[in-house]
């Protein structure tokens, strides 16, 4: 059951099997999810101009039976960086405020519309989507409800969708990855967080932060979830071969993804490997030092700063002081590459992705800690410029490296019931994306049998 509303379905797929039966009506579950929306739990996770869904337009939905489409009367939260039409897409920030109002939905935005899914509201994000943290100055920053007394970062950037999901306000979020956008505060905030390969999800209508290495996709409180949803949003049939965990050879990889995890995080990932080597799975440690690599291929600031700085150049010349400096900061590096340093690291990229995937050809998947931390308290990010790019550095190391591959990835939660939340990722290549869910599936079961 779902812990914040126990009354309700755990996930989208119990509650449409529950909608077939008659034990809840769609009715319900949408007014449920409206007050939680309106409620403290959620505050600064809606961007303030935007209403909340209603289900006013659904009352024929409301009988029981009725299962139309896969999404019918689920709640559904939006990234603000989505276009929907008739409404201006801010993306978390003031300057564009004066824009005019999109004139048709974003593909993903259209997807989910026609799979039946509710709009209950744009969640609030990261500037222009540019940190790893969560944090908001203009509107705000959603707490993360996995320690609502602490007050805790909920992960970014896709920060409110991340809790519309966890506290119940929507039962999927969607978001966009970039450097680990969707599966920190995925993995920050107890849920699960899937990263598609990057060409599987049409970006069209989405603002971009970097073309290169963008993803769309969506949190949600399930691996079955996160399979039903991207199959809504990449048009496409997912292949589940059921395959079982004493078939698969997992990789874990020692560079870079396990140095200085925190005690809560290293052990929840040893207490995780344990369990999956107990279900079966043959899990190897490799030294992949190719991740080592990335530091050199980025040192002239990497492709979302140049591409970033490619889209805001003219918006910086006039609203510079509009913008979170933090954001700015970094998206003011594009500015020092050239373009000869600009085709050089597309070069470096490519060539570095096949050395990267003739090394994980062996392998079903690989398992690394999503972040190497728990969430840390906000205040100590919010005032202190050195502490908050730390934070954001070493939320970004792990989860990064997929972008770059060009890969996919999902983190689901691998922490016991009422620890702080922390994420198992596994991941892999392009196009990898049925195999591994079909493994996250697998995952996600021997885990819940040995917490519950």
């Known amino acids: 059951m779902n812990p914040y509303n126990p009354r309700f379905p755990a996930d989208l797929n119990s509650a449409r099997q529950s909608f077939r039966n008659g034990q809840s009506s769609i009715t319900e579950i949408l007014e449920q999810a409206a007050a939680i929306a309106r409620s403290e739990a959620c505050r600064h996770v809606f961007m303030p101009s935007q209403a909340h869904g209603t289900t006013a337009a659904l009352p024929d939905q409301a009988s029981p039976g009725h299962d139309e489409s896969l999404l019918a009367g689920i709640p559904v939260s939006v990234k603000d960086l989505f276009d929907v039409a008739g409404q201006v897409t801010m993306a978390g920030s003031t300057v564009l405020a004066g824009a005019p109002p999109a004139p048709a939905d974003a593909v993903a935005v259209s997807r989910l519309r026609k799979a039946g899914a509710v709009l209950v509201g744009r969640t609030n994000m990261v500037e222009f989507a540019f940190s790893g943290v969560g944090i908001n100055p203009h509107y705000g920053t959603p707490r993360n409800p996995a320690d609502a007394e602490t007050g805790r970062i909920p992960g970014g950037s896709s920060s409110g969708a991340a809790v519309s999901v966890a506290t119940g306000a929507a039962w999927v979020g969607l978001g966009s990855d970039t450097g680990g956008s969707i599966r920190i505060p995925a993995a920050l905030c107890g849920i699960v967080g899937f990263k598609s390969t990057a060409r599987l999800v049409p970006a069209a209508g989405a603002l971009p932060l970097s073309t290169s290495l963008d993803t769309v996709g969506a949190l949600t409180r399930s691996v079955r979830d996160a399979v039903t949803v991207h199959e809504i949003l990449s048009a496409r049939t997912v292949q589940l071969a059921g395959k079982p965990l004493s078939s698969c050879r997992l990789a874990v990889a020692r560079t870079l993804?396990?140095?200085?995890?925190?005690?809560?995080?290293?052990?929840?990932?040893?207490?995780?490997?344990?369990?999956?080597?107990?279900?079966?799975?043959?899990?190897?440690?490799?030294?992949?030092?190719?991740?080592?690599?990335?530091?050199?291929?980025?040192?002239?600031?990497?492709?979302?700063?140049?591409?970033?700085?490619?889209?805001?150049?003219?918006?910086?010349?006039?609203?510079?002081?509009?913008?979170?400096?933090?954001?700015?900061?970094?998206?003011?590096?594009?500015?020092?590459?050239?373009?000869?340093?600009?085709?050089?690291?597309?070069?470096?990229?490519?060539?570095?992705?096949?050395?990267?995937?003739?090394?994980?050809?062996?392998?079903?998947?690989?398992?690394?800690?999503?972040?190497?931390?728990?969430?840390?308290?906000?205040?100590?990010?919010?005032?202190?410029?050195?502490?908050?790019?730390?934070?954001?550095?070493?939320?970004?190391?792990?989860?990064?490296?997929?972008?770059?591959?060009?890969?996919?990835?999902?983190?689901?939660?691998?922490?016991?019931?009422?620890?702080?939340?922390?994420?198992?990722?596994?991941?892999?290549?392009?196009?990898?994306?049925?195999?591994?869910?079909?493994?996250?599936?697998?995952?996600?079961?021997?885990?819940?049998?040995?917490?519950?």
């Open 257 to 452: 993804m396990q140095d200085g995890l925190n005690p809560a995080v290293a052990a929840a990932f040893e207490k995780c490997l344990q369990l999956l080597r107990q279900s079966g799975a043959r899990i190897e440690e490799i030294a992949l030092e190719e991740i080592d690599e990335l530091a050199a291929i980025n040192a002239s600031g990497g492709l979302s700063a140049a591409e970033s700085h490619a889209w805001h150049r003219k918006l910086l010349a006039e609203h510079a002081a509009q913008y979170d400096p933090r954001v700015a900061l970094r998206i003011l590096r594009g500015a020092r590459m050239s373009a000869a340093d600009y085709i050089d690291l597309l070069a470096a990229r490519q060539a570095w992705i096949v050395r990267m995937e003739a090394r994980l050809g062996p392998f079903d998947a690989v398992l690394s800690p999503t972040v190497p931390i728990t969430a840390p308290p906000l205040a100590s990010v919010l005032q202190d410029d050195e502490e908050f790019f730390r934070i954001n550095s070493l939320l970004l190391r792990n989860t990064a490296v997929v972008n770059m591959l060009d890969g996919c990835a999902i983190s689901l939660p691998c922490h016991q019931p009422g620890e702080l939340p922390v994420g198992l990722m596994l991941w892999h290549a392009a196009l990898r994306d049925d195999t591994l869910l079909d493994l996250a599936l697998q995952a996600e079961a021997a885990l819940a049998r040995a917490w519950h």
